[in-house]
């Protein structure tokens, strides 16, 4: 790998997305396609990019995604999670800043499992008495 590409790993629910970040004008390519023609809902555009308004890098690197599993609102968390990490292997200072917002923590809340003789994972079947 040359020493002016950057990989990362970022994960979210079900959801793993894979980024490699080069310096660059700022594009931002997920599976082959523009972030905004990807993410149809801007807030889903703007959590993928927190990481990058904090660190006041948006435009400075050209990322390449590949996200898969999941929804995309997990997807959008994933992606976040993953330029955090690789903004932290470009540059070790802004480490403090991403932690602090939280963007380097794996969000370990998943969907709990459904379990045998109930509804859901909590939810039971109505109790009858009679």
């Not at 970040?21 to 599976?31: E, K």
């Not at 993410?39 to 959590?47: H, I, N």
């Not at 976040?80 to 932290?88: D, E, P, S, T, V």
Request: aromatic share 8%.
């Amino acid at each position: 790998m040359a020493d002016n590409r950057f990989y990362a790993t970022g994960k979210r629910k079900t959801s793993i997305a894979r980024v490699w970040m080069t310096p660059g004008a700022g594009q931002i390519n997920i599976n082959q396609r523009p972030i905004g023609e990807y993410f149809g809902r801007e807030t889903l555009q703007m959590v993928a990019e927190q990481a990058l308004e904090l660190t006041s890098t948006k435009g400075q690197f050209d990322i390449y995604i590949l996200a898969s599993g999941g929804g995309i609102a997990g997807q959008a968390g994933a992606i976040r999670h993953g330029i955090a990490k690789a903004l932290q292997e470009n540059d070790p200072a802004l480490r403090p800043a991403l932690k602090k917002a939280g963007f380097l923590t794996r969000d370990a809340r998943k969907k709990e499992r459904k379990k045998y003789g109930q509804k859901g994972a909590r939810a039971r079947y109505q109790y009858s008495k009679r």
